[in-house]
């Protein structure tokens, strides 16, 4: 085995941290279409990325089914797990202030966490690498195959979003909801399919968060605290309510550890992110990208 | 909102007096002042949680941090440097202030959900130091030996003497509560609830009073973590996670944010659950806490705490 | 809606008055466990409840102990060290037990120590730390407090002295932020100078990352000889994957005995070949020459698979060494708190699945590294002993 450069270090520190980075912001990216349309922060998200994984095992691994034919089939059954959460349990709130459904949303990712418990165990399960574990080599760093992967999907999600939020009209509707409710209902828009629609559209989300993460980082029924906490904390950083905001917040997020870990220390590498998030939030309360008028905005 | 009316205070503490005496006589809930002793710990943070959430409005994801400051400052001080209990606990409140203030002030200014990060990401990074300072602290594996409690020669070394204790700071922060509740503080903090803008408009100077209620809602969580860290004599880190927190919330919600007696039902009803009834669920057990949970969210709003309202709604129709 | 609300709050009040009234056998022997069944630690307690459960049911099925039936208090600690001490208390004071084993980890141990000796129980911990049994006030064991598992100290005993063998002495230690990672990365550093090892690098990582490829690249930038990892959960298997992508193989990769399940092997798919850990008897069974302890290992191996359809993994085995040493103790003293515990200290010979224990009043961990730890090396899907 070859020595190599402080050069290769940080190159090898940045293309993990990009990829870990991409998992924050698809967490993020579903925390925001939610939030967009209902200000609700969905703390039930991380869960859903769990279930991605946990699901896809089944159908891939225990069932054998193809992973073209597994993973839509994943990714529908999560979007159906989203829809049941906000039929059951968001809708049905009688006085939904923003923090009652804050607390509903928790509760449901305890409940959610519960039932993964029981139906899976405690064990982490494996998913197969999309192609292969052979590692390829760029400039003597390493990029793992599933690492593509995973940037390929961030940037086919944000695409596929730009495009369904800007040239559809359901898109565009719900768009309207998340600027102003009221005046998209006067307009005929069914507020309450969008809020349906927009958990559909993060639990898919945050399923294929969920398969494509697997085979790098195993998949276990209690993994989705930790990658809500960063997920949001990602969507803060980048400014709620900003996709951009949201992606670029997820890969600052992953950069930093990275590099933190690899530069400074490794026990502190999470305090570092979060430092900074703070540092960000006293300087600019909303966010790198987010607009000062949502940041000013209470709803408590 | 704003009376509270006193005979439901009598009541409720001189059953808190008579409970010890009661719990000795029925064996099935013989254990349950040890219970208490932990409810009433709970309660002395969710009182100032209640008053931060409830009536200022401002949300807090870092409760358990306080907790923790205090109950690390009363062991390590009482540890390592042998220094008087009762004096740790005055300094852990002192820091846990001093802390409240440096976070408190820049934290203030957000905003919903961005506060909401802002206390959580410091509740980690606090954790975080709990956990790796391990000269210090312990780390994970915790720190024992903490001395018990003791004044003028008398021992708090039982559990009802402790559950006595705990009681009389919980009465105590109450009643205190419940007057800064009514005072000209108390409407200042409703009107910066129900609109900051009015508020500021009547001359209420809004970021002084949120950081004065922060801090007493970290001052009285700091107490409440140097009387666990003397009544079990060993702490460790993951009492103080960001789960803490979230536990705190679910508390307020569940026993009713509006409400000062919420967070008194709320740690009541999370402390017998978690630490009693539910484990008759074995594994299932964190499948019924959630359901009871969204449950209470769904057909409850105002809380616990609300059942009074609700009912004086049906004799009134 | 109103009559749902009824009900619910009937039930919840109904709850807290009937739960409490839970009966029990007259005629049995009672011993508490406190195990983290649940929640962060329960890659420790599940194992731990499967095995202390399924010992039970043969220890009955065999005629009890004295004719009498052995009854197996169970609770969840959720590694939460409140909950611990507040159920200990209750299987002392509510439930009456003789005795009680677990639980799972060094820190919820640690809570209740103290609290087992003001309640003269004697307790039998599943956790690894030796300050479990050993106070450093007194400098003596505590009285009543005897553990089953390997100390951390046996285990980089075990792998430094390894490593002193092969003459390697540069070495890289990386570790999980978690009790079991911190508990360990604290006596690899303590131990170091005693067998002349020279700490390169020293990395962490969390209990839930993705990815360790940064830990091991800043590692690779200064070639250590060999690699110790102290970590568990999906973490030790992540580790490798990534020693594997990286093109670190030439560098030898030691686990801690935390590795000890053929689960692990089966998630690395492939990159834990060749990776080194020092483990306890029962997960090498297959391996171990024809031996009283061979026949105890074989023996719980084939039991827990036939129970469980699952492979066992390292910590159950210490749930195993717990009950029947109380168990023993049992038969000899009766339900006698003072002569269990005297009984214990007295246990001489015990073959268990991590080893032979001696306790003494001096010695209440039992156990010698030399004998309580194979090195072992992963070859295809099992563990071997390395030579």
């Known amino acids: 085995m070859e020595k190599i450069t402080f050069a290769t270090q940080l190159l090898q520190y940045l293309i993990t941290g990009l990829t870990i980075g991409s998992i924050y912001a698809m967490v993020a990216l579903g925390f925001i279409i939610i939030y967009n349309v209902t200000e609700i922060i969905n703390f039930a998200q991380g869960e859903f990325v769990v279930l991605g994984g946990l699901v896809m095992v089944v159908f891939h691994v225990s069932a054998g089914l193809p992973l073209v034919i597994a993973f839509p089939a994943t990714v529908v059954l999560v979007m159906l797990v989203g829809i049941l959460l906000d039929r059951l349990a968001i809708r049905p709130i009688r006085k939904p202030s923003v923090l009652t459904l804050i607390i509903a949303t928790i509760a449901a990712s305890i409940l959610m966490k519960g039932v993964a418990m029981v139906i899976w165990g405690k064990d982490p399960f494996d998913l197969q690498a999309f192609s292969g574990r052979d590692p390829i080599s760029f400039f003597g760093a390493i990029i793992q195959p599933q690492y593509l992967w995973v940037i390929g999907f961030l940037i086919l999600i944000t695409i596929s979003l730009s495009i369904f939020f800007n040239s559809t009209i359901i898109g565009k509707a719900m768009r309207a909801c998340a600027d102003n409710p009221d005046a998209a209902s006067l307009v005929g828009i069914d507020t309450k399919k969008m809020i349906l629609l927009s958990f559909a559209l993060s639990a898919a989300i945050g399923a294929i968060a969920g398969i494509i993460v697997t085979p790098i980082s195993l998949m276990e029924y209690d993994r989705g605290v930790s990658l809500a906490i960063k997920g949001f904390g990602a969507a803060i950083l980048g400014g709620l309510g900003s996709f951009p905001g949201a ?54 | 909102m704003l009376r509270i009316s006193k005979l439901p205070i009598a009541i409720f503490f001189a059953i808190i007096i008579c409970f010890p005496w009661i719990a000795k006589h029925i064996p099935a809930i013989g254990h349950y002042p040890d219970l208490m002793v932990f409810a009433g710990i709970y309660c002395l943070i969710t009182i100032g949680l209640s008053l931060l959430m409830g009536y200022a409005g401002q949300i807090s994801l870092c409760q358990a941090a306080f907790y923790g400051i205090g109950a690390y400052a009363s062991g390590i001080l009482t540890v390592r440097y042998g220094m008087n209990p009762w004096l740790c606990m005055l300094i852990g409140m002192g820091i846990s202030a001093l802390v409240a203030l440096l976070v408190g002030a820049p934290s203030l200014k957000l905003k919903g959900h961005y506060l909401a990060m802002a206390t959580l990401a410091f509740g980690i990074i606090v954790f975080i130091i709990f956990n790796e300072e391990v000269e210090l602290t312990g780390g994970p594996d915790g720190m024992r030996g903490i001395p018990g409690l003791s004044l003028f020669g008398f021992q708090f070394d039982s559990v009802n003497k402790y559950y006595y204790l705990v009681w009389a700071f919980v009465f105590a922060a109450f009643i205190f509560t419940i007057n800064i509740i009514q005072s000209r503080t108390g409407r200042a903090l409703r009107a910066i609830h129900s609109s900051e803008t009015a508020a500021s408009a009547m001359g209420v100077n809004i970021s002084r009073f949120k950081i004065i209620v922060f801090i007493y809602g970290a001052v009285l969580a700091s107490l409440a973590g140097s009387l666990y860290a003397h009544y079990l004599n060993f702490i460790n880190p993951s009492t103080f996670d960001l789960f803490v927190s979230i536990k705190l919330l679910i508390m307020i919600a569940l026993g009713g944010m509006h409400q000062i007696w919420g967070a008194i039902i709320g740690a009541f009803l999370i402390t017998f659950l978690s630490y009693e009834w539910l484990h008759f669920f074995g594994e299932f057990e964190i499948i019924v806490y959630g359901g009871i949970l969204l449950l209470v969210t769904i057909f409850l709003p105002d809380g616990l705490a609300g059942i009074p309202g609700i009912i004086k709604g049906w004799f009134r129709n | 809606m109103k009559k749902h609300m009824f009900i619910f709050l009937g039930a919840l009040i109904a709850f807290s008055f009937i739960l409490p009234y839970t009966t029990f056998a007259a005629d049995s022997y009672k011993v508490g466990a406190l195990f983290a069944v649940t929640g ?63 639980p799972s980890l060094s820190g919820t141990s640690l809570a209740i120590v103290d609290e087992a000796k003001k309640l003269k129980t004697p307790l039998v911990s599943c956790a690894a730390s030796y300050k479990i049994v050993y106070d450093a006030k007194t400098k003596k064991q505590r009285k009543w407090v005897f553990k089953t598992p390997q100390t951390d100290t046996m285990a980089v005993e075990a792998i430094y002295s390894y490593l002193k063998k092969r003459g390697i002495n540069k070495i890289a230690i990386m570790s999980v932020t978690s009790g079991y990672g911190k508990s360990g990365h604290g006596e690899l550093v303590r131990l170091a100078p005693k067998y002349g090892m020279d700490i390169i690098a020293d990395e962490k990582y969390g209990p839930k990352d993705q990815d360790m490829t940064v830990q091991l690249t800043k590692i690779k930038g200064n070639p250590p000889q060999a690699i110790v990892n102290w970590s568990i959960g999906p973490t030790q298997v992540v580790v490798l994957r990534n020693w594997k992508a990286l093109g670190m193989t030439s560098i030898p990769f030691y686990q801690s005995h935390g590795f000890g399940s053929r689960k692990n092997i089966k998630l690395a798919a492939g990159a834990a070949e060749g990776v080194l850990s020092p483990l306890g008897g029962c997960v090498v069974a297959t391996a171990l020459p024809a031996s009283t302890q061979k026949d105890v290992t074989m023996k719980y191996n084939k039991d827990y698979q036939a129970k469980y359809n699952e492979p066992i993994s390292t910590f159950g085995g210490h749930a195993w060494d717990a009950l029947y040493l109380v168990a023993n103790a049992l038969k000899a003293a009766g339900c006698d708190k003072e002569g269990i515990r005297n009984e214990l200290e007295k246990t001489q010979n015990f073959v268990g699945q991590h080893g032979v224990f001696n306790f003494s009043p001096d010695n209440h961990i039992g156990l010698t590294w030399q004998d309580a730890f194979y090195m072992t090396v992963v070859k295809g899907d099992d563990f071997t002993l390395a030579d």
């Open chain 1, 247 to 300: 992606i670029l917040g997820g890969l600052i997020m992953g950069t930093i550890e990275s590099f933190g870990a690899g530069l400074i220390s490794s026990a502190y590498k999470d305090a570092f992110a979060l430092i900074v998030l703070l540092a960000v939030l006293f300087f600019k309360p909303s966010g790198l990208l987010g607009s000062v008028e949502i940041s000013k905005m209470k709803r408590f």
């Open chain 3, 40 to 102: 962060r630690a329960s890659f420790l307690g599940d194992p731990e409840k499967k095995t202390a459960v399924m010992v039970a049911e043969l220890i009955n099925k065999a005629g009890g102990i004295n004719g009498k039936k052995l009854e197996l208090i169970i609770y969840d600690t959720e590694g939460d060290a409140t909950k611990t001490m507040l159920f200990f208390k209750k299987l002392v004071n509510q439930d009456k037990v003789c005795a009680v084993i677990g």
